[in-house]
Nanobody, 123 residues
Framework: QVRLVESGGGLVQPGWSLTLSCAASGSIFKINDMRWYRQAPGLQRELVASITSDDSRYYLESVKDRFAISRDNSKNMVYLQMNSLNSEDTAVYYC?????????????????WGQGTQVTVSS
């Protein structure tokens, strides 16, 4: 079983910065794409940022000049650095990873999700 655990969420004032972390553990042969999603009350879950195994990055238009996604393959971790936060960034943030759990069945890849971490931006 693969497990993803997020950390770093909390309450911050507008204009402040926050860094989210996600650690993957369990049966892991290879991690391909890693992603951050978020969901605000009453809205659909949206993709915030993604990073491939060769460090190709994608950002949601509204965060592309403020957020930065990175990964550490030696630690099976992905990060989201969030700068210049505003109230529209308030949401539950979820870590997502595309994982091949078994080396003997390396072609089988699955999506795994973390439990989510709350980010609240308010004065």
């Amino acid at each position: 079983q693969v497990r993803l655990v997020e950390s770093g969420g909390g309450l911050v004032q507008p204009g402040w910065s926050l860094t989210l972390s996600c650690a993957a553990s369990g049966s892991i042969f290879k991690i391909n794409d890693m992603r951050w999603y978020r969901q605000a009350p009453g809205l659909q879950r949206e993709l915030v940022a993604s990073i491939t195994s060769d460090d190709s990055r994608y950002y949601l238009e509204s965060v592309k000049d403020r957020f930065a996604i990175s990964r550490d393959n030696s630690k099976n971790m992905v990060y989201l650095q969030m700068n210049s936060l505003n109230s529209e960034d308030t949401a539950v943030y979820y870590c997502n990873a595309e994982v091949a759990p078994d080396a003997s069945r390396w072609w089988e890849e699955y999506d795994y999700w973390g439990q989510g971490t709350q980010v609240t931006v308010s004065s």
